[in-house]
């Protein structure tokens, strides 16, 4: 069809563009690990772990454009806080893009824990989405939404996490573990 409306040599980009698309918006199931265990909220690269304050760890994961863009919950728990930031589009590999970018910050309170992701729009990414409401209940490794094209999600920790993931790292959303709970 696309053939016979652009002719035959104009319609190869655009059967590459429909392909691109078909895998830029995959969805692969996981297996969700059990335990006392956060798991990466996407799918990338591990290109930050910062000390943000003394109680608490960012780990940011930059999503290029072949990475699976479906962001899942990190913990089980109840969603308490969510808020929308309007900002900038800068690079989402960078460092200022965890402050300056237009992002959506998502609290879930989880048994004995509470921890923050946040879904960053990145330079080409200009569409958040996000399907989960306040109070609703979610299971680790649960589908919440998906930032469309390269982006960037940080996930914050409280000092009761140990952190395992290490920068460079190559993660899967909802399968790699980044933190383990310190026992009580």
């Avoid at 965890?98 to 004995?112: I, K, L």
């Avoid at 509470?114 to 989960?132: C, D, H, M």
């Amino acid at each position: 069809m696309v053939a016979w409306l652009a002719g035959p040599i104009w319609s190869i980009p655009l059967v590459i563009l429909a392909l691109f698309c078909l895998y830029f918006f995959r969805d692969p199931d996981r297996e969700i690990p059990q335990g006392p265990v956060a798991v990466s909220p996407a799918d990338g690269k591990v290109v930050s772990i910062k000390q943000e304050s003394p109680t608490a760890t960012r780990i940011s994961i930059f999503l290029n454009i072949f990475d699976v863009h479906v962001n899942r919950a990190p913990i089980t728990g109840r969603i308490v806080d969510i808020q929308y930031h309007h900002g900038e589009f800068l690079v989402a590999s960078k460092e200022e893009a965890s402050a300056s970018n237009e992002q959506n910050v998502v609290t879930v309170q989880g048994e004995g824990t509470r921890v923050v992701f946040k879904q960053i729009a990145g330079l080409i990414a200009r569409r958040i989405v996000f399907s989960k409401k306040i109070n609703q209940p979610l299971t680790a490794g649960e589908r919440v939404g998906m930032i469309k094209f390269g982006s960037r999600v940080d996930l914050i920790l409280g000092p009761e996490w140990m952190i395992t993931a290490i920068p460079g790292q190559r993660v899967q959303g909802g399968a790699s573990i980044l933190a383990v709970r310190h026992e009580e």
